[in-house]
């Protein structure tokens, strides 16, 4: 055994133990977080693997950074076939490299690879320092794995280059034969030495790479493909509960790194910092601070920095330390405007190609301002006061509703009636004339197609999905347990919305606390209806539309076609999509509890989907959200484009084609 032999084998063990210190400390970092079950249903976690990780589905939707990821993913299969065989041969020096036909194989397909990998870093780097691309950070730390990269392809070409110089008639590759034909003119003596070079460069920038790894951005290499596999597989729109009844609690949402779950936390480390969250931020977008890469990039390094202060004992902290792991992460690390920003989309969860999940963090901070520290915006208090004295955020009284249902010659279950489909007003169909428009033309719908329909009446009250995205879970709570008992005494056979937020609230969250019901959006009924000529569109409206994508409709629930296939069935309609559509749709700026704070920062988000619309030369923008209607009616107004172009919800266009008369 030579010096040489026996230094390998000591640096290879070196850093594999390093290594692995280092994997064990992250480990232990995230195992600080909160207990989270996210077993079971292991035949669909590893279709997600398989869709996410090996088909690279969420990458590709940039085409160009995902033709390069794909290229450097691949790569590394077939370039860790070289690097075994490489590390093999040092640390056992008789196995030997293959030759004949089984080297020639895997030499030229190194050789293909090798020039796609290189390909791929050129690409990297140009979008990176010469693009600018606004959503990459230009750092050192991309730029040496880029470097490490290269040095890693053309150090192992070299050393095929230099056997194949020695032997010559080992085995065949295409790039690894034209190289030892230029060093054979070298000598053999040159040949070893070459060798010998490459093969200690090879060596030191494998192994150090691999140390870096977990210091680096790259760590998520080894992360992602847990975190993609442990991915929340619950309704997109559920937020994880509160637990109220736990009188050990001392604070609630999310205060310090450890009031995170273990899966939060590993979110942290698969972050691959590629800024597709931010870039599709519409808060950030419109020139607001936030950052949800930045919210999820702070949080690991919080964690890397109390992380260590939490494992030990109060005891042993110092003053110092201890006010550290007592300062509260919103106000502290993130600043608490940055979370008041967020609409609670999904297009950051959306865009991410490690599915971590940015909002329930968001959300989980605000909660801890609001039920521990009592900080929230001025406004965010006058609609949680009106939602504790009169069951909903305008602070009126329940009577609109039943003056709906015997305007509209419907039952009201407050009075004892029981109707088949119970449709759920909302608040912003009992208390904003303009969304009362859009409950009007959707019951008519509904009565010219026989359907036995009904409201709550005076026992409907909001469903809590602003308090609860606002950060006051208790509230969401009280409101959510109340309507619960309420609709469980009812026993409706089918619970129909008109609001996306009430349908989410009810559909995915309802059922946490004993509300099990089926739900419909006006959108999938009234697209039932007219399939099944229950609701015929006769009148010809010559139209152009543009439909806006509600997130919570859309995104988070799936619901595209249907309201698309009724504009469709109108005579005379022609529909054009907007740039951002489906799950790339803008938010209109009203979801999140957003609907009731003020922007004050940059431009308003509702103006900016509005420019969107009305350039797609579209007459009418329509809508299945009263929360959307409203946002875009202002954001059209404020370009001052209301004498041209109208917003609509979808099924009021509807009524106008069956019910021209009495829609009119």
């Given at each position: 055994?030579t010096v040489?032999?026996?230094?390998?084998?000591?640096?290879?063990?070196?850093a594999?133990?390093?290594?692995?210190?280092?994997?064990q400390?992250k480990?232990?970092?995230?195992?600080?977080g909160q207990?989270?079950?996210?077993?079971g249903?292991a035949s669909?976690?590893w279709a997600?693997?398989?869709k996410?990780?090996?088909g690279?589905?969420?990458?590709l939707?940039d085409r160009?950074?995902?033709?390069?990821?794909?290229?450097m993913?691949?790569?590394f299969?077939?370039?860790?076939?070289e690097?075994?065989?490489?590390?093999l041969?040092?640390?056992?020096?008789g196995?030997?490299?293959?030759?004949?036909?089984?080297?020639t194989?895997i030499d030229?397909?190194?050789?293909?690879?090798?020039v796609?990998?290189?390909?791929?870093v050129v690409?990297a780097?140009?979008?990176?320092?010469?693009?600018?691309?606004?959503?990459l950070v230009?750092?050192?730390d991309?730029?040496l794995?880029?470097?490490?990269i290269a040095l890693?392809?053309?150090?192992q070409l070299?050393?095929?280059?230099?056997?194949?110089?020695l032997?010559?008639?080992?085995?065949y590759?295409?790039l690894?034969?034209?190289?030892?034909?230029?060093?054979r003119?070298?000598g053999a003596?040159?040949d070893?030495t070459?060798?010998t070079?490459?093969i200690?460069?090879?060596a030191l920038v494998?192994l150090g790479f691999?140390?870096?790894?977990?210091?680096s951005?790259?760590f998520?290499?080894l992360?992602?493909?847990?975190?993609?596999?442990y991915?929340?597989l619950?309704?997109k729109?559920?937020?994880?509960a509160?637990?109220?009844?736990?009188?050990?609690?001392e604070?609630?949402?999310?205060?310090?790194?450890?009031?995170?779950t273990?899966?939060?936390l590993l979110d942290?480390?698969a972050?691959?910092q590629?800024g597709?969250?931010?870039?599709?931020?519409?808060?950030?977008?419109?020139?607001?601070?936030?950052?949800?890469?930045?919210i999820?990039?702070?949080?690991?390094?919080?964690?890397?920095?109390?992380g260590?202060l939490?494992?030990?004992?109060v005891?042993?902290?110092?003053?110092?330390?201890?006010e550290r792991?007592?300062?509260p992460l919103?106000?502290?690390a993130?600043?608490?405007d940055?979370?008041?920003a967020c609409?609670?989309?999904?297009?950051?969860?959306q865009?991410?190609p490690?599915?971590?999940?940015?909002?329930v963090?968001?959300?989980?901070?605000?909660?801890?301002?609001?039920?521990?520290q009592?900080?929230?915006?001025?406004?965010?208090?006058n609609?949680?006061?009106n939602?504790e004295?009169q069951g909903?955020?305008?602070?009126?009284?329940?009577?609109?509703r039943q003056e709906?249902?015997?305007?509209m010659?419907?039952k009201?279950?407050?009075?004892g009636?029981n109707p088949?489909?119970?449709y759920?007003?909302?608040?912003?169909?009992?208390?904003?004339?303009?969304?009362?428009k859009v409950?009007e033309a959707?019951v008519?719908?509904?009565?010219?197609a026989?359907?036995d329909v009904?409201?709550?009446?005076a026992?409907?009250?909001?469903?809590?999905?602003?308090?609860?995205?606002?950060?006051?879970?208790y509230?969401?709570?009280?409101?959510?347990?109340?309507n619960?008992e309420?609709?469980n005494?009812?026993?409706?056979?089918?619970?129909?919305?008109?609001?996306p937020?009430?349908?989410?609230?009810?559909k995915?969250?309802?059922?946490?606390?004993?509300?099990h019901?089926?739900?419909?959006?006006?959108?999938?009924y009234?697209?039932?209806l007219v399939s099944?000529?229950k609701l015929v569109?006769?009148?010809h409206?010559?139209e152009?539309l543009?439909?806006?994508d509600?997130?919570?409709?859309?995104?988070?629930?799936?619901?595209?076609?249907?309201?698309?296939d009724?504009?469709?069935s109108?005579?005379g309609?022609?529909l054009?999509?907007?740039d951002?559509?489906?799950?790339?749709?803008?938010?209109?700026?009203a979801g999140g509890?957003?609907?009731?704070?003020e922007?004050?920062e940059?431009?308003?988000i509702?103006?900016?989907?509005?420019q969107e619309?009305?350039?797609?030369?579209?007459?009418?923008v329509a809508?299945?959200c009263?929360?959307?209607l409203?946002?875009l009616?202002?954001?059209v107004q404020?370009?001052?484009?209301?004498?041209?172009v109208?917003?609509?919800?979808f099924s009021e266009?509807?009524?106008?084609a069956?019910?021209?008369v009495?829609s009119?």
């Open positions: 055994m040489n032999h026996i230094f390998f084998i000591a640096l290879v063990a070196l594999l133990l390093w290594f692995g210190l280092l994997v400390e480990l232990e970092l995230v195992h600080l207990p989270e079950s996210r077993g249903q669909k976690r997600g693997v398989g996410e990780v090996f690279q589905h969420r990458v939707n160009f950074s995902g033709t390069m990821h794909v290229l993913f691949y790569g299969f077939v370039v860790s076939v690097t075994a065989i490489f590390f041969d040092g640390l056992f020096p196995v030997g490299s293959p030759g004949g036909v089984t080297g194989v030229t397909a190194f050789d293909i690879v090798a796609l990998v290189l390909i791929a690409m780097a140009y979008k990176r320092y010469v693009a600018n691309t606004p959503r230009r750092n050192w991309a730029g794995v880029l470097i490490l890693i392809i053309l150090a070299s050393i095929e280059g230099f056997q194949l110089a032997a010559p008639h080992g085995s590759a295409p690894g034969s034209e190289l030892a034909g230029w060093f003119q070298f003596g040159a070893h070459g060798l070079i490459s200690w460069v090879n494998l691999l140390v870096y790894l977990p210091y951005k790259h998520h290499l992360v992602a493909p847990f975190n993609i596999y991915r929340n619950e309704p729109g559920r937020l994880p509160l637990n109220f009844e736990d009188e050990t609690a604070s609630f949402g999310i205060g310090q790194v450890n009031d995170l273990w899966k939060d942290t480390y972050c691959v590629c597709r969250c931010t870039e599709q931020c519409p808060a950030n977008q419109t020139g607001k601070h936030l950052s949800p890469k930045s999820i990039v702070t949080l690991r390094q919080q964690l890397e920095e109390v260590p939490l494992e030990k004992s005891a042993s902290r110092t003053a110092e330390e201890q792991v007592e300062l919103a106000g502290g993130i600043l608490q940055d979370l008041w609409t609670t989309c999904g297009a950051c969860v865009a991410c490690v599915l971590d999940e940015h909002v963090k968001i959300v989980g901070m605000r909660q801890h301002m609001v039920l521990t009592g900080e929230m915006p001025a406004e965010a208090q609609v949680f006061r939602m004295t909903n955020p305008w602070g009126l009284g329940p009577d609109p709906f249902a015997q305007a010659g419907i009201d279950v407050s009075r009636d088949k489909v119970l759920w007003m909302g608040c912003a169909a009992t208390y904003d004339d303009r969304a009362r409950a959707t008519r719908l509904l009565k010219e026989g359907v009904g409201v709550l009446g026992l409907e009250k909001c469903t809590g999905d602003s308090a609860r995205r606002l950060g006051n879970e509230l969401f709570q009280s409101l959510a347990t109340e619960i309420n609709l005494a009812v026993s409706p056979e089918i619970i129909l919305t008109t609001c937020h009430c349908f989410n609230t009810i995915n969250e309802y059922p946490e606390f004993g509300g019901y089926e739900v419909k959006h006006h959108a999938e009234l697209s039932d099944e000529g569109p006769q009148t409206l010559e152009t543009t439909y806006h509600s997130c919570y409709l859309g995104r988070y629930n799936g619901i595209f076609d249907a309201p698309r009724v504009l469709k109108v005579p309609v022609e054009v999509e907007m951002r559509s489906r799950e790339q749709s803008f938010c209109c700026g509890g957003r609907m009731w704070l922007e004050k940059g431009q308003r509702n103006q900016n989907r509005a619309a009305v350039s797609t030369g579209a007459t009418t809508t299945a009263p929360f959307c409203t946002m009616k202002d954001g404020s370009l001052g484009e209301e004498d041209g109208k917003v609509r919800d266009i509807l009524a106008d069956v019910l021209p009495i009119s």
